[in-house]
C-alpha cells in the first residue's frame, strides 16, 4: 500500500500562484509516476499533470502547459506542483495520484485531495 498526504492548498487571487506538495509513505518503489488530477464542482475528474519517478519525464494536461509545473524529490519521496498564473478555470479540488503506470484520471493510490479556489 501507498499513503499520499497532499498540502497547499488555499484561496488565491487569478494571477497568483500556489505550490501544492504530496509526500508518499509506503510501498512506493511499486509506483511508476505520481500526479495530481483535479475534480471541480459538478465536473468530472481531470488530468493535471504527472511525472516518473525514475527518469523524471513530466507530462502536463494541455491548459496548464506554461503555468504549472511538477518535479519530484525522489529522497523526500515528494512531489511538487508549483501553479502559476493561476485563473478562475483551475479552481478545483485537487488530489495527488501515484500508479503502477503513468497517472492519469485514474490511478492505484489516492490522497485526500486539498482545495484550490482561484478568485476573479
Known amino acids: 500500500q501507498v499513503q499520499l498526504v497532499e498540502s497547499g492548498g488555499g484561496l488565491v487571487q487569478a494571477g497568483g500562484s500556489l505550490r501544492l506538495s504530496c509526500a508518499a509513505s509506503?510501498?512506493?518503489?511499486?509506483?511508476?509516476?505520481m500526479g495530481w488530477v483535479r475534480q471541480a464542482p459538478g465536473k468530472e475528474r481531470e488530468f493535471v499533470a504527472c511525472?516518473?519517478?525514475?527518469?523524471?519525464?513530466?507530462y502536463y494536461r494541455e491548459s496548464v502547459k506554461g503555468r504549472f509545473t511538477i518535479s519530484r524529490d525522489n529522497a523526500k519521496n515528494t512531489v511538487y506542483l508549483q501553479m502559476n498564473g493561476l485563473k478562475p478555470e483551475d479552481t478545483a479540488v485537487y488530489y495527488c495520484?501515484?500508479?503502477?503506470?503513468?497517472?492519469?484520471?485514474?490511478?492505484?493510490?489516492w490522497g485526500q485531495g486539498t482545495q484550490v479556489t482561484v478568485s476573479s
Open positions: 495520484a501515484a500508479s503502477t503506470q503513468l497517472v492519469s484520471y485514474k490511478a492505484d493510490y
Open positions: 509506503g510501498r512506493t518503489s511499486s509506483t511508476y509516476s
Open positions: 511525472i516518473t519517478w525514475s527518469g523524471g519525464d513530466t
